[in-house]
Nanobody, 127 residues
Framework: QVRLAESGGGLVQAGGSLRLSCVDS????????TGWFRRAPGKEREFVAAINWSGTDTDYANSVRGRFSISRDTAKNTVYLQMASLEPEDTAVYYC????????????????????WGQGTQVTVSS
């Protein structure tokens, strides 16, 4: 059974940092792209960042570019989202997702392109 599990969320003050992890059960067919999305209360789900299988190609939403960094540890089946300079506007449930079949990024910001999703982890940034 394919499973993606996020962890690392929590409560942090504005200006602080968090690192989210997304662990793959090992059953997602390689190669695949991993994306991070988030959904804030009352808002649509939005793209945050994505990384291809080899880790050579990344993409970020403009709202997080320069503050967030995505990386992959293939040996650990884990993708990380390092978040810095957090703002209250970053408060949301963060989800990771896997897109099968591409070695390079392909429409990484479109949630419809992803095949598997995790359950999400809550990030709350206080002002």
């Amino acid at each position: 059974q394919v499973r993606l599990a996020e962890s690392g969320g929590g409560l942090v003050q504005a200006g602080g940092s968090l690192r989210l992890s997304c662990v793959d059960s090992g059953r997602v067919v390689r190669p695949y792209t991993t994306g991070w999305f988030r959904r804030a209360p009352g808002k649509e789900r939005e793209f945050v960042a994505a990384i291809n299988w080899s880790g050579t190609d990344t993409d970020y939403a403009n709202s997080v570019r320069g503050r967030f960094s995505i990386s992959r540890d293939t040996a650990k089946n884990t993708v990380y989202l390092q978040m810095a300079s957090l703002e209250p506007e970053d408060t949301a449930v963060y989800y990771c997702a896997a897109q099968r079949g591409h070695r390079t990024l392909y429409a990484p910001s479109s949630p419809l392109q992803y095949d598997y999703w995790g359950q999400g982890t809550q990030v709350t940034v206080s002002s």
